[in-house]
């Protein structure tokens, strides 16, 4: 009744999502260190004086605050500053006869002070150390209950990299996802005019002699600096905004809030595919919209080389980290595999790769525009793409199977041409369907259908009376003729679908069977041992190499199911441990500890790891695919959820 009444006046509910989001954040505040972030426009303006400043009132205030790793470049007031605090000493790690200093991650969690300072947020260790890049090191002494400071600058955010590149003109290669930034407390702006920062510059205070007066000619020059402080501030205006309105939402504060957007961001394996999920992402923050990036392998093109294999890992890899869904699709017609996913998907907003040729009016992008009704479309074009040589730009009229299968049939007319009164028409028949078949096996259904019809013609015009034109005195031939080529159709389709079935087939079955069969498995068994020995058997199903199942006993981790000879050393246990005392993947195929021979995944469900799956692959790069690297996680997803109703 009293739910009715608010009703009738007109009370707003908070937006459950929203509510979900803070008692989600609130959750992880409770459990987890907080993250306080020093967000700068270009070196020099103060991140890690402020920084060091801060961590001094913090501790006058009766905090335990060390020094984790701080670079103060030799600056001497940052260096005064630094020396009034504790500082835990680096690990000094040797590679190629040089000595590297890092944090020693293991020493700060061993001293568990209650805030640590760790400069340069976006730094990518020194190979051989636990996690690939500083972040990630952040990320698990915020698990610890470690509250970290640290300092980077705005041309480190990944989804921002392609717009600074253009600015600047200068790849970042050291970038930190958008997803990370999710995780702070609070993203402290250290600003400082332009005019400013150059005049500390001039005066030695950020580069020492000449560096000063290079560095001002080129990366630091009013222009750049201009727009780099422009998109820090706007970086920082759109991440408030959304503060904002989560907070109105989960307060039900009257607004006027739009219907769920959905934007569709279709790339294809491109040296710009990644650019593109870099916009979509920036474009779904503006939007406050849900974002999935799309890629469709045409059946008729073939598989991909290695170089497009990699744009498209690199660029999904992106979408992953900046929180998007990733959908994975092979089809006879990307055009057509858009659009249903779009209007099956209640997507909202389809962006496009820009067309760069002059063949628009046949390519997929023109008919997903004309045939989208009701679903916006925008147009991606790549800042700073160089212009495409005119050749290029004119489309290929004749596709590569057109003309092949044009000389194969010009090659099988000139053989019946020579043997014409040797032997039977009816072989001759046979001879001209070979191309009819060739382009079946080896090319696309287009193709063969077009060898098909071509030679039906070429075969009345030379080989059926009156010879020479279309006209046909003897229906019998062109009868016989037309009902092998009916059947090399046929075969052609089937030759076409087994070509494009099979490979993903043999994909997909691992998957299923690891997954689908996985979950039958588990759901009708009640005793523990039974599940381990499920487990077991269906991580050997999945791909060649040895496995292991690892449990918690008496403080560490045992052995209880998997094969004898897998290969622990000190180093694959380690590994082992730590992503069982993390609830994070590890090892081989991932960016912590990818050093391992194994491949490590936490069994954990509702925030509780149960155990670890070792996977030792014959061929992990061959395994760990765009399209199977998730099976061992929802393996281990799948094994702990059925460990945790056993054990209710």
Do not use: C
Not at 185 to 203: F, S, Y
Not at 466 to 491: C, H, K, N, Q, R
Not at 592 to 612: I, Q
């Amino acid at each position: 009744m009293a739910l009715n009444n608010s009703l009738l006046r007109g009370e707003r509910r908070p937006a459950p999502e929203d509510l979900l989001t803070l008692a989600n954040a609130e959750e992880r505040s409770n459990r987890e260190g907080k993250l306080i972030v020093y967000l700068g426009y270009a070196a020099g303006v103060g991140k890690t004086y402020t920084m060091l400043w801060d961590a001094l009132q913090l501790r006058g205030e009766g905090n335990d605050v060390v020094i984790g790793y701080v670079e103060t470049h030799k600056r001497v007031e940052t260096d005064t500053l630094a020396s009034r605090l504790e500082t835990i000493p680096p690990a000094r790690i040797w590679y190629q006869g040089l000595e590297i200093r890092e944090m020693d991650l293991d020493a700060v969690i061993a001293r568990k002070p209650a805030i640590v300072l760790v400069d340069e947020l976006a730094h990518t260790n020194a190979p051989n150390s636990r996690h690939l890049k500083r972040y990630q090191d952040i990320e698990e002494l915020l698990r610890a209950g470690i509250s970290v400071y640290t300092t980077v600058n705005i041309q480190h955010i990944d989804s921002l990299n392609n717009a600074i590149s253009q600015i600047t003109g200068i790849q970042v290669s050291e970038t930190v996802p958008d997803t990370f930034f999710d995780l702070a407390h609070d993203i402290r702006l250290i600003d400082l005019t332009p005019e400013a920062l150059q005049t500390r510059m001039k005066a030695g205070k950020v580069y020492l002699g000449d560096m000063a007066s290079q560095a001002i000619e080129h990366f630091f020059s009013t222009g750049n600096l201009v727009a780099l402080r422009q998109l820090t501030l706007r970086y920082l205006a759109q991440r408030t905004d959304r503060q904002m309105v989560t907070h109105m939402r989960a307060r039900a504060i009257p607004g006027p809030w739009p219907a769920v957007e959905r934007i569709l961001v279709a790339i294809r394996p491109s040296p710009y595919a990644e650019a593109m999920v870099r916009a979509a992402y920036r474009d779904s923050l503006r939007m406050n919209a849900e974002w999935v990036v799309i890629s469709v392998e045409e059946e008729s093109s073939g598989p991909p080389s290695e170089q497009e294999r990699a744009w498209l890992s690199s660029a999904t890899e992106t979408a992953r980290k900046l929180g998007g869904k990733i959908v994975l699709y092979r089809g006879e017609d990307v055009a057509n595999e858009i659009l249903r996913y779009a209007r099956q998907h209640n997507v909202t907003t389809i962006m496009l790769g820009k067309p760069r040729g002059l063949d628009i009016l046949i390519s997929p992008v023109y008919r997903i525009m004309r045939r989208s009704t009701g679903i916006d479309i925008i147009l991606f074009d790549a800042k700073g793409a160089p212009a495409l040589p005119i050749e290029r730009q004119i489309p290929r009229l004749i596709p590569r199977d057109y003309l092949i299968t044009l000389v194969l049939i010009l090659a099988a007319t000139l053989l019946n041409y020579l043997l014409l009164g040797t032997i039977s028409t009816t072989n001759l028949i046979i001879i001209q369907l070979l191309p009819v078949v060739v382009s079946a096996w080896f090319f696309s259904r287009r193709a063969s259908l077009f060898a098909a019809v071509v030679s039906i013609f070429v075969f009345d015009i030379a080989f059926v009376a009156p010879y020479y034109t279309l006209s046909i005195s003897d229906w019998e031939y062109f009868i016989s003729f037309t009902g092998y080529v009916i059947i090399a159709f046929m075969i052609s389709h089937l030759a076409n679908r087994l070509r494009y079935l099979l490979p993903q087939i043999r994909e997909s079955e691992a998957t299923v069977a690891a997954v689908a069969g996985l979950s039958k498995d588990l759901v009708e068994t009640s005793d523990y041992d039974e599940v381990l020995t499920i487990l077991a058997d269906h991580m050997h199903s999945f791909a060649p190499g040895k496995v292991s199942i690892l449990v918690p006993e008496d403080g560490g981790l045992k052995v209880v199911r998997g094969d004898e000879d897998y290969p622990f050393t000190d180093k694959e246990r380690t590994i082992a441990r730590w992503v069982y005392d993390n609830g994070e993947m590890a090892g081989k195929g991932t960016d912590t500890l990818p050093g391992g021979t194994g491949h490590y995944v936490p069994m954990k469900a509702h925030g509780l790891v149960y155990g670890v799956l070792a996977f030792a692959f014959q061929n992990p790069d061959a395994v760990l695919t765009l399209e199977t690297k998730g099976v061992p996680e929802s393996m281990a997803q799948l094994g702990a959820l059925a460990l945790e109703r056993l054990m209710k």
